[in-house]
């Protein structure tokens, strides 16, 4: 299957300290791809890459065949790449489902390329036809008990699906995750894996997720890449790479 | 003969004075994260209660070490306990108004206290007028030795302090990060505290060395200092403090040698002097990097914190409130209306003045209610809008009114392109360029003949619209309650537009709107260019109220008045600016009937007072008593409900 997102050879440093060298490797369309390491091993660097957080000192980035390596974070949003953040990004003031809404008004623009300055004078109400997207969405990641209220109110694992839904709502080719089950109880942690098993199938999504829990990766992920020190220690099954033998003394420690 | 060396020689107490603000300003901000405006503030109070002793005849030893070495350091460590250890984790709204609150009041209350006049500045280390000896055939005179040689003592000091001792270790480990130093038994806190008593001693230091090269003590020019010393800060990247050293001993040397090359004939030239810090930071904060996050220090640790937990009562406010907003605008036009043939023909006016603030007001209520973006020009704005709408008026015979809807397009544009030239800046950062850009227009801008005409002021005629002759203020202010239940209906539509969504957003967080791709710079561009306009509109309002109006009218100052009293009041309800803009107009025409001459001093320090209490619980005095009162009215509405039930 041709990849739908290919890293060529990026190199990645923070003042002196290299934190990714020579990293290449390809995730396929539909497919949940995992990246995990020990602290400092690049999962996150690489991640803001992708998503054009940071820009790689070398190297490049391909989605869908074509250069990304210099476009900014909007300019990826609009070609179909969303993100979760590793500490959520919350619109503080704003409703759940206000910020289902915006995501479902930004794909919108995305795809008409509408938007004017004279959104200045239309009401931020939803329509009717933006209205049931909405519910549509939260229904899916199960936040439909919780749609009026407040972010500030919610628990991280609600914040979470938020999270996820508004980077659903954009209908991305291309899903970010970073370490979503950070913060998360066993409980909550399940429900998230459900959530996204179900909406990877259902959507045909492809996602890119960033873990330290090894059970998650193996719930969810069909390939993986190991990193260590900034390098791919392995890529490939998340099954086989486990059961590597350079995974499992170099990363596992068994 | 070549007149370089001497005007480099000239340059270098300067730089000296803003070297030690610059490093007292770094000291603090590396160990809390907070940029301290008050510095020069602090520096002033100093100054004053030194010069006040030594005039005493106190020996100058004793009001040394009691002001400026003792004194200084426990108001340093003072203002911290009390204040900046409560902003720290604060947004950049509530840091900059409990900042600004102390900028405001201190220098007042110690008019207050110590009386209008000035003292006379003595010579103490050196005698000031004596030359003890020529560079370049330049006099050295004692004020230039007291100041370098001060300098250069403080200076090895603070280097050994920081390089060589236990204390210096124990900064370094909270700078490089507070959470992982109490980990290991440091008190971030108390070094913060130390930080803070340390930069105040180089406050003092810097006031009472300033003021025999000035001549003068002045509130002004010492409250500025602080802007010298951020702008060497700037080039030093609030981190090196020889970078800072050295670039404030460049920028004392080049302000020097830009004050002797430029012609005295050169309208502006004595502008250009004190122009030229404002310059360097604008240049700094839009070149350096490192300053794009100014204001926002970060603990590596800091992703082990869960997150920030918001208070719910904060939440209570929606985005727009139409009824109470409808409410208060009927009010107002209505109240206007009714009375303007009942009430005395000064209070007319001074509800004119209060309906042209209030469309100002309404300015940052859209800009920063809705982006959290701090603006600290909009008085400028106002000015803008005033001067240029008399200029076009005057010079071209513009009916007023086209004049005013001409300037106001034009500050649509210059707000843009402050917001433009701010793309990369956030939270603070902005706040300091439009700072520099107030400072730049009240010292470049204003004081030209094709603006503010210098102290001498503009003249704006009242209006004529057919046969209806606005020259009584009874006519005025009907016209002006309507312009401002008009414009707080374009602020009400823009607020609750899909903009208005997306901005909300924006100031919740950056990082998150990108990510579903609303632009940070295309949201800040929009709302600085309409505030912008609003505030130029409401600062021309507000000159054709007045009719004559100087440049005073329209100083930095009233910006950063402007903006406390809106966020004490309320930035994000409609209610806010208004009851702002209307108890201002109100408590300055009441103490000007019964205080006289200290009418500055007091509203000063009450708005700067106001704003401290206000740091302790930042929710707008108006908003929270809007929510008491829907609390009050649900629970006596669900009272009445259950006794019906029953």
């Not at chain 2, 208060?328 to 209060?354: E, H, P, R, Y």
């Not at chain 2, 600290?376 to 240029?388: E, H």
């Not at chain 2, 203020?473 to 607020?495: D, K, Y």
């Not at chain 2, 929009?526 to 440049?551: C, E, V």
Request: aromatic letters at 10%.
């Amino acid at each position: 299957m041709k990849d739908l997102l290919k890293i060529n050879n990026v190199s990645f440093k923070y003042g002196k300290m290299q934190v990714l060298e020579g990293v290449t490797l390809g995730v396929e369309s539909n497919s949940i791809h995992g990246f995990v390491g020990a602290n400092g091993a690049g999962k996150s660097t690489l991640l803001n890459i992708i998503s054009g957080y940071l820009k790689a000192d070398s190297g490049s980035v391909e989605f869908l065949g074509k250069d990304i390596t210099d476009l900014k974070p909007i300019q990826r949003v609009t070609n179909g790449i969303a993100r979760t953040f590793q500490k959520v990004e919350l619109f503080d003031t704003l409703s759940v489902y206000d910020h289902v809404l915006l995501a479902v008004r930004q794909k919108e623009k995305i795809k008409k390329k509408t938007g004017s300055p004279l959104d200045i004078f239309r009401s931020f109400t939803a329509s009717t036809k933006e209205a049931e997207v909405v519910e549509e969405i939260l229904g899916a990641v199960g936040l439909e008990g919780v749609k009026n209220s407040p972010v500030a109110s919610i628990s991280l694992g609600l914040g979470r699906m938020v999270e996820l839904a508004r980077a659903v709502a954009l209908e991305p080719k291309l899903i970010l995750l970073d370490e979503p089950s950070s913060g998360l109880n066993t409980e909550e942690t399940e429900i998230f894996v459900e959530i996204v098993k179900s909406l990877s199938d259902k959507l045909n999504l492809t996602i890119v997720i960033v873990e330290h829990d090894l059970t998650v990766i193996n719930l969810l992920t069909d390939t993986l890449t190991v990193l260590e020190s900034g390098k791919v220690l392995a890529t490939g099954i998340t099954d086989s790479v486990l059961n590597s033998d350079i995974v499992r003394t170099t990363y596992l420690g068994r | 003969m070549n007149e370089l060396p001497l005007f480099i020689i000239a340059g270098i107490p300067f730089g000296c004075v803003y070297a030690l603000g610059a490093c007292g300003l770094v000291l603090s901000y590396k160990t809390s994260g907070l940029l301290n405006l008050a510095f020069g503030a602090q520096a002033y109070v100093i100054s004053l209660l030194f010069y006040f002793s030594y005039d005493s005849h106190w020996p100058f030893i004793l009001a040394f070490l009691v002001w400026v070495i003792l004194f200084s350091f426990l108001l340093g460590v003072l203002f911290d306990k009390l204040l900046f250890q409560k902003l720290r984790h604060s947004s950049v709204a509530v840091k900059l108004v409990g900042i600004l609150g102390l900028l405001i009041a201190l220098p007042s209350i110690a008019q207050g206290v110590l009386g209008q006049n000035s003292p006379t500045i003595r010579p103490f280390l050196f005698s000031t007028t004596s030359v003890y000896f020529h560079i370049f055939s330049y006099p050295v005179s004692g004020e230039n030795i007291q100041t370098v040689t001060v300098t250069l003592v403080v200076v090895m000091l603070l280097v050994w302090l920081l390089k060589y001792s236990k204390i210096g270790l124990t900064m370094k480990a909270v700078v490089e990060s507070p959470k992982l130093a109490e980990l290991n038994g440091i008190s971030s806190e108390r070094v913060s505290s130390l930080a803070f008593g340390i930069s105040g001693v180089l406050a003092g230091l810097s006031g009472v060395l300033l003021a025999p090269i000035l001549h003068e003590i002045n509130s002004y020019d010492l409250t500025l200092l602080v802007v010298a010393g951020i702008a060497a800060a700037a080039c030093g990247g609030f981190s090196s403090l020889v970078i800072t050293f050295l670039a404030a001993l460049a920028l004392g040397i080049f302000q020097e040698i830009l004050a002797g090359y430029v012609p005295q004939s050169f309208m502006l030239s004595s502008s250009i002097r004190p122009s030229f810090p404002f310059v360097v930071l604008v240049l700094a904060l839009l070149f350096n990097k490192s300053l794009r996050n100014i204001g926002t220090l970060k603990d590596p640790l800091s992703e082990v914190d869960p997150p920030p937990k918001l208070l719910l009562k904060y939440y209570s406010y929606k985005p727009i409130r139409f009824r109470a907003a409808i409410l208060a605008v009927i009010t107002v036009t209505f109240f206007s209306v009714s009375f303007g043939g009942v009430i005395s023909g000064n209070w007319k006016f001074v509800l004119c003045q209060g309906c042209a603030l209030g469309v100002i007001f309404l300015s940052i209520t859209l800009l920063t209610g809705s982006t959290g973006a701090v603006s600290l020009c909009q008085a400028t704005f106002g000015g803008f809008g005033a001067f240029l709408s008399s200029q076009l008026t005057s010079r071209f015979n513009f009916p007023i009114l086209l004049s005013l809807a001409i300037v106001t397009v034009g500050c649509f544009f210059v707000g843009g392109l402050i917001a433009l030239m701010g793309t990369k800046l956030k939270g603070l950062g902005i706040a300091l360029l439009t700072l520099a850009f107030a400072l730049l227009a009240d010292n470049l801008i204003f004081p030209s003949t094709f603006f503010a005409n210098g102290s001498t002021g503009v003249y704006l005629p009242r209006p004529q619209l057919g046969s209806i002759n606005f020259n009584s203020n009874e006519s005025w202010l009907i016209f002006e309650a309507i312009v401002l239940a008009l414009v707080t209906i374009l602020v009400l539509i823009v607020r609750s537009s899909k903009i208005g969504l997306e901005a909300l957003a924006v100031s919740g967080s950056s990082l998150g709107a990108e990510s579903i791709g609303i632009s940070y710079s295309k949201n800040s561009l929009i709302f600085f260019s309409l505030a912008a306009a609003i505030a130029g509109f409401g600062g021309g309002l507000y000159g054709i109220t007045q009719q004559n109006i100087s440049s005073q009218d329209f100083n930095w100052e009233f910006s950063l008045l402007f903006l406390v009293l809106v966020i004490v009041m309320g930035v994000k309800s409609i209610e806010g600016a208004l009851v702002a803009a209307f108890s201002y107009v109100i408590a300055t025409e009441l103490l000007d009937t019964y205080a006289g001459n200290n009418i500055g001093i007091i509203i000063s320090i009450a708005v700067g007072l106001l704003a401290l209490i206000w740091v302790l619980d930042p929710e707008g005095i108006v908003e929270r008593q809007t929510r008491i009162w829907r609390s009050t009215y649900r629970s006596v509405k669900l009272r009445r409900q259950k006794v019906f039930v029953e």
